[in-house]
């Protein structure tokens, strides 16, 4: 600035000389020729003076004024400047009080605008030349824009972040839905079932797309709509199998039920998980041979036709478990070895007889003195004994016995060795049943409780590997009613 003001001066300088210059300037051309001139007086000489000092004078007073006017000039410009330069420092101290935080924070995504604005808000305070261009500068209008776009950066964020949970929400719920789905759509359903069952499928994963809201989403509950389409499907099975009766299976154990049973135990369930542990089967009855003593068979009391139920137990501290709820009994067989007959008659005779006699003789003598305060005494006695006895005894006895052999007799019976052969197989076959029929009006048992019996049991197919692996601890019951 000094400078400039030097400048100035040098050039006004300039311009002085350059006056009076330009008023000499005629004297400095070649004189024309002009007729001799008179002496000029001494006032005149005196006057030139005056007139060069008052020059002069003059020039100095206007160098001084303009020196003044340049100092007052340059003094006014350097207040303005200190003016605005605490003014612009003011700016930027309100924009630095404004602009502060998260919003200018260059870790946050929405900071972004609002540091742009600063800038730019910074750069038009620094760049301002006068107090007009800076009173023009609204930081705090500046400022309210930053806080709305930060804003509304933020709350698009959220907005993008909460549409991305939900996105994510829905894809897991959807996931969720077709893993329900999928083990009913991997049964072998019917046309019907199969396109209700894609229809709902499709109809939840649209009301899943369509939610709004997370609990929108989580609201969604596939499982009333797959209890129904299981209960179809199960209703369908039952309804195709043959015949009146179906076998039940859940967890391991099988039961025959009808199907109006099999449905009413189907329709009291409410989760469908419970359901998928039903399986039913066709009941396709067969013909087993079970060997069991008769105190594991309600014994020889069953007879043809009977309706039984069979339990397995694995030791003897083990429940009973039930392995069959219903069979029937095709034919009860006694073994052979069980039918040995045995007769033994005796006869004894016996005689005695007896006689005795007896004499006895028996003789005492005592005497006894007294000499000088002792005394003495003496005893003495006999005794004889008679005795006779006789016995006479006689005894007869006479036995005999003889035995029946059944499984003998069978073997004679096949091998055609015996006479009369339908008349021995006619009491061959009453026999077992005799055997039993007079244990029940006598009341009294006849055959031991580890007699053996073979039975042959009429059951559903599906039980047999059961009765196979618990066939040395089985158990029968008859089933009364």
Not at 6 to 29: F, H, N
Not at 110 to 125: F, T
Not at 152 to 173: F, I
Request: charged share 25%; glycine share 4%; with cysteine.
């Amino acid at each position: 600035m000094s400078e400039d003001i030097e400048a100035k001066i040098r050039r006004l300088r300039e311009l002085g000389k350059t006056g009076t210059e330009s008023k000499a300037a005629p004297a400095a051309k070649p004189p024309k020729k002009r007729p001799p001139t008179k002496p000029r007086p001494v006032g005149s000489i005196r006057g030139r003076e005056r007139r060069k000092r008052i020059l002069v004078g003059a020039s100095i007073i206007i160098i001084i004024i303009l020196i003044v006017s340049i100092g007052a000039y340059v003094y006014m410009q350097n207040q303005a400047s200190e003016r605005l330069s605490k003014a612009k420092r003011d700016k930027l101290a309100q924009v630095a009080y404004y602009f502060r935080g998260n919003i200018v924070n260059q870790s946050q995504t929405c900071s972004a605008d609002p540091i742009k604005i600063k800038n730019e808000l910074v750069s038009r305070i620094q760049a301002a030349n006068s107090m007009e261009q800076l009173d023009k500068i609204d930081v705090k209008a500046a400022y309210n824009m930053a806080i709305q776009k930060y804003n509304a950066c933020v709350e698009e964020q959220k907005r993008l972040e909460y549409e991305r949970k939900l996105n994510q929400t829905k894809q897991e719920k959807i996931r969720e839905i077709e893993l329900a789905f999928q083990p009913l759509l991997s049964m072998p359903l019917p046309d019907d079932i199969k396109k209700k069952t894609v229809a709902t499928l499709n109809s939840l994963e649209q009301q899943v797309m369509n939610a709004k809201t997370e609990a929108e989403v989580n609201a969604t509950n596939p499982d009333p709509y797959l209890l129904s389409l299981w209960k179809d499907y199960y209703y369908y099975v039952i309804d195709t199998i043959p015949g009146q009766e179906v076998v039940l299976e859940k967890g391991g154990y099988k039961s025959i039920v009808t199907k109006a049973q099999a449905k009413s135990i189907l329709s009291g369930i409410l989760d469908y998980k419970e359901v998928m542990k039903y399986r039913f089967y066709k009941v396709q009855y067969v013909d087993i041979a079970l060997v069991l003593t008769r105190d594991r068979i309600n014994g020889a009391f069953l007879a043809p036709g009977d309706k039984v139920v069979i339990f397995a137990r694995n030791s003897t501290n083990a429940p009973f478990r039930e392995i069959v709820n219903q069979g029937y009994v095709e034919m009860v067989l006694l073994p052979a070895n069980a039918g040995k007959i045995s007769v033994s008659e005796s006869q004894t005779q016996s005689s005695s007889s007896s006689s005795s006699s007896s004499t006895s003789y028996q003789e005492n003598h005592q005497s006894s003195y007294n000499l000088g305060g002792g005394q003495m005494g003496s005893q003495q006695g006999s005794s004889d004994t008679y005795q006779n006895s006789q016995t006479n005894s006689q005894s007869a006895s006479a036995s005999y016995s003889y035995a029946v052999d059944l499984t003998e007799i069978l073997k004679a019976l096949a091998a055609g060795k015996i006479q009369s052969p339908d008349t021995v197989r006619q009491q061959l076959e009453a026999y077992g049943w005799k055997v039993v029929d007079l244990e029940k009006e006598s009341g009294m048992l006849v055959l031991q409780p580890n007699t053996e019996f073979m039975i042959i049991l009429r059951v559903p197919s599906i039980f047999v590997p059961d009765i196979l692996t618990y066939q040395k601890s089985l158990y029968l019951a008859k089933i009364s009613s």
